[in-house]
């Protein structure tokens, strides 16, 4: 496929691409400093051990293109046709850290940063809120400085934080900010936690190939399953890769919560307010980041609500133009596709 891409419209629809990452030196830095010290977890070693020291061609081009928020990015935009990126700190923000006033320092720099980017090409990025969940006040605040003063749409969560998640009581006052300033949350993958990644490294599956999308489904479904959206019936859950595969699986989570809330042999599954499927079609969107399938696109559609799904790139990880041509061809409707690519980006993020 040759087709020349371009921005602008010319299929009756502007891309805006709504997981796109970008990092700074002093985030990286650190990272590389807790691997060397080998105070990383497991799948910070993996994941940052390999892309933040080879040397190879793939791992070049990302380190580069993730620095860039000015020529290099929007040259690829171009190519690619996006005319819009919302960008987040690339996984895991500052969450493997464990000096807060070094994580605190380098999210709320990166905010800066971004919106300082965000500000010289308006027309083409905006920006998504970096927190520090280990201090969960500091980034409810932080959360208002995103929303009011730096004009950022929704915040990025890197999944768990040292092997917490977000329906645990410490992080309370970071669900009730999105909640009630209306922050959309997405919550990104990083590698499992220790206690979770087991032999998955071994194998080479801790990462996005699969370990990414176990872990951050788990974390999705916690929220799910313990009642967050009975108490912020307004909370906005975003997730990337096919929602993580949620749509898939939302019958046979539905069936055995349920028969798990009858049992009573879980203190943490009670009866909610609705089936699982509720909140997934009220409070869930889902983006095909990395999942430029179809098949995986419209079932997503098909579940959750043709309202509810979003075009996604992942650059600078998976900058793959003829994925744009594929999904420019999907067999849905001219108006789904509107949707899809554009107006449902827009509806979330308030743009
Ligand atoms: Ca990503």
């Known amino acids: 496929m040759t087709t020349e891409l371009k921005t602008g419209g010319q299929h009756g629809y502007l891309r805006i691409a709504t997981e796109e990452a970008f990092a700074t030196e002093e985030q990286l ?13 497991k799948g910070t070693v993996s994941l940052w051990g390999f892309y933040g020291t080879s040397p190879s061609e793939r791992t070049t081009f990302i380190r580069e293109r993730l620095l860039d928020l000015g020529e290099l990015r929007l040259a690829a935009m171009d190519e690619a046709g996006i005319d819009k990126a919302v960008l987040a700190l ?6 493997s850290m464990f000096d807060l006033d070094e994580a605190r320092g380098i999210a709320a720099r990166a905010n800066d940063h971004l919106a300082a980017a965000c500000e010289r090409h308006s027309d083409r990025f905006i920006g998504m809120t970096a927190i520090c969940p280990q201090d969960a006040e500091w980034s409810a605040q932080e959360l208002k400085r995103g929303k009011e003063e730096l004009g950022f749409v929704g915040v990025q969560v890197n999944s768990h934080t040292h092997g917490h998640y977000l329906d645990e009581e410490q992080f309370d006052p970071i669900l009730r900010a999105c909640a ?12 499992p936690p220790d206690e979770m990644i087991g032999g998955m490294v071994e194998a080479g599956l801790e990462g996005a190939i699969f370990g990414f999308a176990v872990e951050t489904s788990y974390h999705a479904l916690r929220l799910l399953t313990t009642g967050v959206f009975d108490r912020y019936p307004s909370l906005k859950l975003v ?32 009866p909610l307010q609705h089936s699982l499927h509720h909140y997934l079609r009220t409070n869930v969107w889902g983006t095909n980041s990395g999942l430029p399938s179809p098949a995986s696109i419209k079932l997503m559609m098909e579940v959750m609500g043709e309202d509810r799904v979003l075009y996604a790139m992942d650059y600078p990880y998976q900058y793959v133009p003829d ?29």
């Open 239 to 270: 997730l990337g890769h096919g929602c993580e595969g949620l749509p898939f699986w939302i019958d046979r989570f539905n069936y055995m919560f349920n028969a798990g809330v009858r049992s009573q042999r879980y203190d943490r599954l009670k």
């Open 90 to 95: 690339t996984s895991p923000g500052v969450q």
């Open 180 to 191: 009630d300033m209306d922050i959309p949350l997405y919550i990104h993958p990083q590698g």
């Open 29 to 41: 830095d650190a990272i590389l400093r807790l691997v060397k010290e080998g105070r990383a977890d």
């Open 323 to 351: 994925e744009v041509r594929l999904l420019d061809a999907i067999d849905i409707s001219p108006e789904q596709k509107v949707k899809f690519f554009q107006t449902n980006a827009e509806a979330l993020f308030g743009l």
